[in-house]
């Protein structure tokens, strides 16, 4: 649900904190700042690096819900487990608090997908459908770009500007509707003829 909603990668859904969240108050909010990476001495948390990677993003109130729900599930299970090794407060971590490897989660979404009756989704899947409905309903490019951490609006434009092709239709419809109106009115020749006379003696006067 993070992931279709957020457009997060997969590194950042495994290296969100709960203290990345605000979970509480009239704008819930996250603050992407972390990912989840594997390396040759095993898998670690690493600052993001870019500035347009490093972003806060709204949270809609079933996200927030998934995630209260979620933290006090992981509550049990840290009072359920013998040894809770998470020390950090992450938000997604195996039952005894271990970091979830991303090689494994990133075969496990489409294995969850299938059983939840979604069909086959991978989590970078998952990040384009979010950008593609952000896009379709209507939401600017920008903002977009900002949601799933691009360097530059350039790199969401290369790789979604096929989408945006009702919103160059509705921006010319618009135009269209400014500049010209649906239908000429009706004039009667007597009343265009009197405006026509008045217009030219106001000129005559204006020369004179």
């Known amino acids: 649900m993070v992931a279709r909603a957020l ?6 859904v495994l290296g969100l904190y709960w203290s990345d969240l605000e979970l509480e108050g009239p704008v819930p909010l996250v603050q992407v700042r972390r ?79 299938i059983a939840a009756g979604l069909g086959h989704w991978s989590i970078h899947e998952l990040r384009h459908s979010c950008a593609s409905l952000l896009l379709a309903m209507g939401v600017p490019l920008e903002v977009v770009s900002e949601t799933l951490g691009h360097a530059s609006i350039r790199v969401t434009m290369d790789v979604y500007g096929h989408l945006l092709a009702p919103a160059r239709m509705k921006a010319a419809e618009a135009m269209r509707k400014a500049l010209w109106i649906e239908e000429m009115p009706d004039f009667s020749p007597l009343a265009t003829e009197l405006a026509t006379e008045r217009a030219l003696a106001s000129r005559l006067r204006r020369l004179f």
């Open 7 to 12: 457009g997060l990668r997969r590194g950042e």
């Open 35 to 113: 990912q989840l990476v594997r390396r040759r001495e095993g898998v670690r948390l690493s600052e993001l690096k870019t500035a347009g990677s490093r972003r806060t993003l709204h949270l809609s109130q079933p996200v927030v819900e998934a995630l209260q729900a979620h933290q006090t599930l992981q509550a049990v299970e840290k009072k359920a487990a013998r040894v809770w090794r998470d020390t950090e407060g992450v938000v997604f971590t195996t039952t005894i608090g271990t970091p979830i490897d991303p090689e494994a989660f990133g075969k496990t979404v489409p294995r969850i997908c």
